[in-house]
């Protein structure tokens, strides 16, 4: 069998050392004489597995004892309308900064559930960078304040961290959509109020979703909400209130532990600066392709770019297939190309991309 450098944008590749663990697991997990999806969510078996991916994604993201970590579905989409069913309260308004297509999304869904206000968009320069918060507009009382640290489509990252302390509203909590970094770098949860992304691009497969919330913040729910999506009905019941998705929190826990044997999160954090640097200074040196993001903003995790040429993109995408290089069309609302580099792409397969985009450069400039 031959594998391929996967550069999707998710479901995303993982680590082969996870797959081949899962394989050897299917059939028996640890004597137990069943495979991990055929046991009971309550049985000392499963709940086992939960507890330790809870325990090791706690450590690797230094969460604060003040946090829950909940274990939930329906994706980063079905938040959307699930942060402001939660986090409302007696509020009317939360504020948004839009920086791309999900920010752009969520706060479409918001609308259905609040009053909305844009506190700051990067929209008229094309989402190609993250406003600065010296220039983010809050409203008088905003019940939050939703961010996308990265943008998937467009390949935005955030450079900083919020922090609404440096604009005199620290009492605001920051809401993050981390979908597509989350442990690809260090970050300081305790800036944020609710820290929430889908599982299949960095963490495991589709059907998981992580949300990281502030104790404070439960209990302030919609009587509309259901239960299964109130956070502190599922805080409360240990994310067992429903049947959670068990194979993808076993996945998503063996991926925990690979990467504490790699390192943590800061010799990933490393590891991705590099595969990054690779790929953007090649593009900037090319000549032959672009990449149209504000430069401090450039996602590590999601990289999009153009052929100056397009009329080659069938080409492009045909030769990179035969040379074992799949997934790399860009997401249709922009066109272009986009490779995916999270952390279970290794720098070698970045260098593979570039080696093919430097001879397709070559037969065709």
Not at 27 to 46: C, I, N, P, T, Y
Not at 73 to 92: F, H, S, V
């Amino acid at each position: 069998m031959s594998r391929v450098w996967n550069f999707s944008a998710g479901p995303a590749a993982l680590p082969e050392e996870v797959l081949r663990q899962a394989a050897e697991e299917m059939l028996d997990w640890h004597g137990a004489g069943m495979g991990v999806m055929e046991m009971s969510h309550r049985g000392k078996e499963f709940m086992s597995i939960a507890e330790a991916a809870e325990a090791d994604l706690r450590e690797l993201l230094a969460v604060p004892a003040s946090y829950r970590i909940l274990f939930m579905q329906g994706g980063a989409i079905a938040e959307n309308a699930i942060i402001p069913m939660n986090l409302l309260g007696d509020r009317k308004v939360a504020d948004y900064v839009v920086t791309g297509s999900w920010s752009q999304k969520s706060q479409k869904e918001a609308r259905r559930y609040a009053g909305v206000n844009i506190a700051a968009t990067s929209e008229a320069g094309g989402f190609t960078s993250v406003p600065a918060m010296r220039d983010w507009q809050l409203s008088d009382d905003p019940a939050y304040v939703f961010t996308c640290t990265n943008e998937t489509i467009g390949g935005v990252e955030y450079p900083f961290e919020p922090d609404l302390a440096q604009i005199g509203r620290a009492e605001v909590p920051v809401v993050a959509d981390m979908s597509s970094h989350i442990l690809s770098r260090v970050i300081d949860v305790s800036k944020y109020g609710l820290i929430f992304g889908g599982a299949q691009k960095n963490i495991g497969p589709a059907g998981l979703t992580i949300c990281i919330v502030r104790e404070d913040l439960l209990g302030r729910a919609m009587p509309l909400c259901p239960s299964a999506f109130d956070y502190k009905t599922v805080a409360e019941a240990g994310s067992m209130y429903n049947t959670p998705p068990t194979y993808a929190i076993y996945i998503a826990g063996l991926v925990f532990q690979w990467l504490k044997r790699q390192g943590g999160v800061a010799a990933m954090e490393a590891r991705n600066i590099a595969k990054a640097r690779l790929l953007y200074d090649y593009l900037d040196g090319s000549g032959f392709y672009e990449n149209r993001v504000d430069p401090a903003c450039r996602s590590r995790m999601n990289v999009p770019f153009f052929l100056k040429d397009e009329s080659l993109n069938d080409a492009f995408l045909s030769g990179a297939k035969d040379a074992g290089l799949v997934q790399l069309k860009g997401h249709k609302s922009v066109g272009g190309m986009r490779a995916s580099i999270y952390n279970a792409m290794p720098i070698e397969g970045v260098a593979a991309l570039v080696d093919y985009m430097k001879a397709f450069a070559a037969r065709h400039g």
